[in-house]
């Protein structure tokens, strides 16, 4: 069982920055990619980014070039750093770590963003 505790969101006015993280505990954090993900109140979830266990990554259209994710897999942490950010940034941000079949899928209680001014 892998628990993952999001911390760093918080209110940013439009064209800020912001770092969001990911702690994981109980699992072994190199087998799972890492995502993203975000839902803004009557809005779909979607997914904004993922760092794959090679350190490959993906992000959505919405947040490329603003948006870089990252790991450190010797402290159990995945990072989002935010910049540029734009009121439909807003959002509840939620960690997943995927590990398909064999290690399950985990999720986070999310982050609140809010880009506001």
């Known amino acids: 069982q892998v628990q993952l505790v999001e911390s760093g969101g918080g209110l940013v006015q439009p064209g800020g920055s912001l770092r969001l993280s990911c702690a994981a505990s109980?699992?072994?954090?190199?087998?799972?990619?890492m995502r993203w993900y975000r839902q803004a109140p009557d809005k779909q979830r979607e997914l904004v980014a993922s760092?794959?266990?090679?350190?490959?990554?993906d992000y959505s259209d919405s947040v490329k070039g603003r948006f870089t994710i990252s790991r450190d897999n010797a402290k159990n942490l995945t990072y989002l750093q935010m910049s540029s950010l734009k009121p439909e940034d807003t959002a509840n941000y939620l960690c997943?770590?995927?590990?398909?079949?064999?290690?399950?899928?985990?999720w986070g209680q999310g982050a609140r963003v809010t880009v506001s001014s």
């Open positions: 997943n770590a995927y590990g398909g079949a064999p290690f399950g899928n985990y």
């Open positions: 109980g699992g072994n954090f190199s087998r799972y990619a």
């Open positions: 760092i794959w266990t090679g350190g490959g990554t």
